[in-house]
């Protein structure tokens, strides 16, 4: 199992920038691919974005191509998230999440995460 623990979350203006962190434990880093999701009020969890377990492979949901950047260092554990130009759209609960399988070639599917950490709240203000 992996335990997970999210950070950086806040109130931001919009078009403001944040950077979400996510460090784990448990399970050897660098052999499973992470994803950030996050669930807005009244609304189910959505997938946003993944990177493979080098940090070599990157997919992201269309809302937010272009705005946030995943990345990962293996050497501390952690796994993050840039968000910039936010929009009050953006405003969610964020989760990280590891593969429940690996290491695999692929990204993995958004069914195939689990290990979910706590949450942090992002709000952002028109």
């Known amino acids: 199992q992996v335990q997970l623990v999210e950070s950086g979350g806040g109130l931001v203006q919009a078009g403001g920038s944040l950077r979400l962190s996510c460090a784990a434990s448990g399970r050897t880093f660098s052999t499973y691919a992470m994803g950030w999701f996050r669930q807005a009020p009244g609304k189910g969890r959505e997938f946003v974005a993944v990177?493979?377990?080098?940090?070599?492979?990157?997919y992201y949901a269309d809302s937010v191509k272009g705005r946030f950047t995943i990345s990962r260092d293996n050497a501390k554990n952690t796994v993050y998230l840039q968000m910039n130009s936010l929009k009050p759209e953006d405003t969610a609960v964020y989760y990280c999440?590891?593969?429940?399988?690996?290491?695999?070639?692929?990204?993995?599917?958004?069914?195939?995460?689990?290990?979910w950490g706590q949450g942090t709240q992002v709000t952002v203000s028109s």
């Open positions: 990177i493979s377990l080098s940090g070599k492979t990157t």
């Open positions: 999440a590891a593969d429940r399988w690996g290491p695999r070639s692929s990204l993995p599917p958004a069914s195939d995460f689990d290990s």
